[in-house]
């Protein structure tokens, strides 16, 4: 069988959809009998990748479920941003351009170990934008090794005018992209804007997510209101995930502000990690009282959560498919979404959800507003997006990818 090398910014116990799908995937080959090792860092959360003050995943190399876990560290060096914005400026090499962007860990540990003669690999599959130095290890990896190289780049589309393509669609990545024998991407519309974005003329194959009701249904809708002191009958709007102005968190605090000063009566559950952009924003709520905000949820706190709230809203500008708003669909709640990226793929407004204008902030109120007021229109939105979610599983999603790696581990592909 291969041996397989998938190279991640975070691995599990970290959450997120990068983490779900590798998580799934390098487990899903590991008991077809391939030889699967993940490099990822040490980070336990995204601001790990820039802050030294997070807390680290300790065990450098263990195993989990049948699958070699790589945890390489993050290094970080005094007022780094400053220091990596100007080292950045430098006419170096592509290693060099990769490792001093100032949003990508920096982890030279890992470079070094791409780059040694007797790390070989039968095939290689890095993510994501915008993390360079990590796809930067990959393509290194799979050329000392002459192994076919997929990447997965879980591509954050800025709305137009938006200012994220200097991050993700940079030429710089666009590069790096270019240099693979595939690239996984989640939905048509990402595959759109990378085709659009410069000339990244490889392969794509649509591979999505998955979610699962086992993971995120079933949860106890009482405990969590009563852990939270929210009373029985009020409605609840969450959200959950990185909390960050691209993901809209700030946009969802500005929103509700506007609502909660008309006395529009809901409380504002927002869970997950905290950006810097963020927390400057939570300092200054108008409405203190009226929000709870906690940090990462265990799993049973996660299906707690879904049973608990009555909308889900991510009003996100940087969502490559949307695990989180399909996991709420799945226990039929209503979502509230930016008609953009993986939600605007996904779900079609005022069938299944409601969508609105990335930015529109009073679009969004009005779309919070209206189902916080009407039951109906909850039920209804809530049913229609269960059937949708339940056509997303990870069996499907994983049948794709796994047939992608067989044609490219294929003898006759690779003596070719």
């Given amino acids: 069988m291969a041996r397989i090398v998938h190279v991640c910014p975070m691995y599990f116990p970290a959450r997120g959809g990068v983490e779900q799908f590798f998580l799934r995937l390098s487990e899903h080959l590991a008991r077809q009998g391939h030889d699967v090792t993940v490099w990822t860092t040490d980070a336990r959360i995204v601001r790990g990748f820039t802050s030294p003050a997070e807390p680290r995943l300790l065990k450098a190399d263990e195993h989990l479920n049948g699958v070699r876990v790589r945890r390489f560290p993050v290094r970080h060096v005094p007022a780094q941003r400053f220091l990596r914005t100007a080292a950045h400026l430098l006419p170096f090499g592509l290693r060099w351009k990769c490792d001093t962007l100032r949003w990508?860990?920096?982890?030279?540990?890992?470079?070094?170990?791409?780059?040694?003669?007797?790390?070989?690999?039968?095939?290689?599959?890095?993510?994501?934008?915008?993390?360079?130095?990590?796809l930067f290890a990959g393509v290194r990896l799979a050329e000392r090794s002459a192994a076919p190289l997929i990447i997965s780049p879980f591509t954050h589309v800025p709305p137009p005018g938006g200012r994220m393509n200097r991050a993700y669609l940079s030429p710089l990545n666009i590069g790096l992209m270019s240099r693979?024998?595939?690239?996984?991407?989640?939905?048509?519309?990402?595959?759109?804007?990378?085709?659009?974005?410069?000339?990244?003329?490889?392969?794509?194959?649509?591979?999505?997510?998955?979610?699962?009701?086992?993971?995120?249904?079933?949860?106890?809708?009482?405990?969590f209101r009563e852990?939270?002191?929210?009373?029985?009958?009020?409605?609840v709007v969450g959200h959950l995930g990185n909390k960050s102005q691209d993901k809209g968190t700030v946009d969802l605090l500005d929103a509700s502000e506007r609502l909660w000063s008309r006395n529009v009566p809901f409380m504002l559950v927002l869970a997950g990690s905290e950006m810097p952009a963020f927390s400057r924003r939570m300092a200054q709520a108008g409405f203190p009282e009226r929000i709870v905000n906690l940090g990462q949820l265990s799993d049973e706190e996660r299906k707690d959560f879904?049973?608990?709230?009555?909308?889900?809203?991510?009003?996100?500008?940087?969502?490559?498919?949307?695990?989180?708003?399909?996991?709420?669909?799945?226990?039929?709640?209503?979502?509230?979404?930016?008609?953009?990226?993986?939600?605007?793929?996904?779900?079609?407004?005022?069938?299944?959800?409601?969508?609105?204008?990335?930015?529109?902030?009073?679009?969004?109120?009005?779309?919070?507003?209206?189902?916080?007021?009407?039951?109906?229109?909850?039920?209804?939105?809530?049913?229609?997006?269960?059937?949708?979610?339940?056509?997303?599983?990870?069996?499907?999603a994983l049948e794709r990818a796994t047939e992608e790696y067989d044609e490219l581990l294929r003898p006759s592909r690779r003596s070719a």
């Fill in 306 to 396: 879904f049973a608990a709230i009555d909308v889900f809203a991510l009003p996100s500008y940087v969502e490559s498919f949307g695990l989180s708003p399909l996991e709420a669909a799945l226990n039929g709640v209503p979502v509230v979404a930016y008609a953009h990226g993986g939600p605007g793929a996904i779900f079609t407004n005022d069938v299944n959800a409601l969508l609105t204008p990335p930015g529109d902030l009073g679009r969004l109120a009005e779309a919070l507003e209206r189902l916080i007021l009407q039951q109906p229109e909850r039920r209804r939105l809530g049913e229609q997006g269960a059937a949708v979610a339940a056509t997303y599983s990870w069996s499907r």
């Fill in 180 to 223: 693979a024998d595939r690239l996984f991407v989640q939905t048509e519309f990402e595959s759109r804007a990378l085709s659009s974005a410069g000339r990244v003329d490889t392969p794509k194959t649509v591979i999505g997510l998955g979610v699962d009701p086992v993971e995120c249904v079933g949860g106890n809708r009482q405990r």
């Fill in 227 to 235: 852990a939270h002191k929210l009373k029985g009958d009020m409605v």
């Fill in 104 to 134: 990508t860990p920096w982890v030279p540990s890992m470079t070094r170990e791409a780059g040694r003669p007797d790390r070989p690999a039968d095939l290689v599959h890095a993510a994501g934008l915008p993390y360079s130095s990590l």
